[in-house]
Structures are given as C-alpha cells and as structure tokens.
C-alpha cells in the first residue's frame, strides 16, 4: 500500500475477498465489518512497539462531553497505509461505497486508559452518513480489562444486549455510521487502548 505492501496477504487482493467476506461482514445488529491480522505480523510488531513506545501529546476538544483523547497520527509507516488510495478503494469495494477522507478529522491516534470515562451510547452521524474505520494496536487485552465497543439495535439496549467488539491488536473494524448505528466503548482498566480512527464522508452508498 505504498512501496511496501504490509496489508495481510488474505486482505490484497480485493477481487478475492468475495469469499473472505461472508466471514467479514456482520449483519447483527447493523452492518459492520471485523478484519483479524489486517498487517502483517512482522510488521505489525515493528510498528506496534515503535509507535507505542513514542511519547504522545493528546488532545482533549474544548466542551467534548466524552473527553475523547486524541492526536493526527503522524506515524508514517502506519499513516501511508490509512492515508492510501489502496486503503480507501479497499474500505469502498468491501462496503459499496463511494467515499472520500473528511478532512475535519483526518486519521487520528486516540488514547484510553483507566482515568478516561468509557463512551456512552450514541451514534457518529446524527444526520446523513459516513464510513468509520478503527484500528486496534494495544497489546495484551483479555476479558476484564475493558475498552470493547458495544453495538445496539436501538439507543434504549443496554451492554448485556448489545454485540461486542473486542479491541484485539491488529484488528480492523469498521462501519457506515448513519442515525441507526447505536454504539458505545466500555471504561478501560488496569490497561491502555490506543486505536487509529479515520471517517470518511459517504458520497455513494448501494
């Protein structure tokens, strides 16, 4: 995906995923898409430990009601992947749609840890729709720790009913966010949770 192809070897070749993706798209309790082992895992590891062991300075918007704490991901190793045409004709192909990067947000680094409120129920595009792209990179989660994200049919569902997503590292997630994708992100504990999170503006949706 730039001079160096580190996707996964299953994930390049987009004419092949038609098979891949009876396993990749989930329909319950919207449509959504899980990804395992989406780099390389040589790579993977050298970019993981590299970014990880950086120093971050996050940012907290002024009157966020969630405190969400984030960064633009200046890592270019991963940066030239969620930057890339290929990243992008590869989330439009997988999901029909016609997209395009919103550049209100860029692609951004965000950060949780046990001091950070979890994300209560809601959804991204109170109007319209778009494409949410997450990535997970923190190491070690196991049952306990925290950080899923949540999946409601409806805003009224609690967290026993709802589909979880496990933040599993080199896992990719994502989703066209509209008025009906109720969702939420469980507190962190004991743990830190760094994700890479892109949204695209939807220009055509089948």
């Not at 030239?80 to 860029?106: C, G, M, Q």
């Not at 595009?125 to 190491?139: D, F, H, N, Q, R």
Request: with cysteine; aromatic share 14%.
């Amino acid at each position: 995906m730039s001079k160096k192809n580190v996707i996964s070897q299953k994930y390049r070749n987009i004419a092949s995923l038609t098979e891949e993706k009876k396993t990749i798209k989930k329909n319950l309790p919207w449509e959504h898409y899980v990804l395992d082992d989406f780099i390389e895992e040589k790579a993977f590891r050298r970019m993981q430990q590299t970014l990880l062991s950086k120093k971050h300075k996050f940012l907290i918007e002024e009157e966020d009601p969630y405190f969400v704490q984030f960064t633009l991901l200046r890592y270019l190793p991963l940066a030239r992947i969620f930057y890339s045409i290929e990243f992008k004709s590869f989330l439009e192909t997988l999901s029909d749609t016609s997209i395009s990067l919103n550049t209100s947000n860029y692609v951004q680094l965000r950060y949780m840890n046990q001091d950070s409120p979890g994300l209560p129920t809601h959804i991204d595009t109170p109007e319209g729709k778009s494409l949410i792209a997450v990535y997970y990179l923190s190491p070690n989660w196991v049952e306990g720790v925290g950080g899923e994200t949540c999946l409601y049919r409806n805003k009224f569902e609690n967290e026993s009913q709802s589909i979880l997503i496990k933040p599993i590292e080199n896992r990719l997630f994502f989703f066209v966010s509209d008025n009906t994708s109720w969702h939420s992100i469980k507190t962190v504990n004991n743990w830190e949770r760094y994700s890479i999170l892109s949204s695209w503006n939807i220009k055509n949706h089948n």
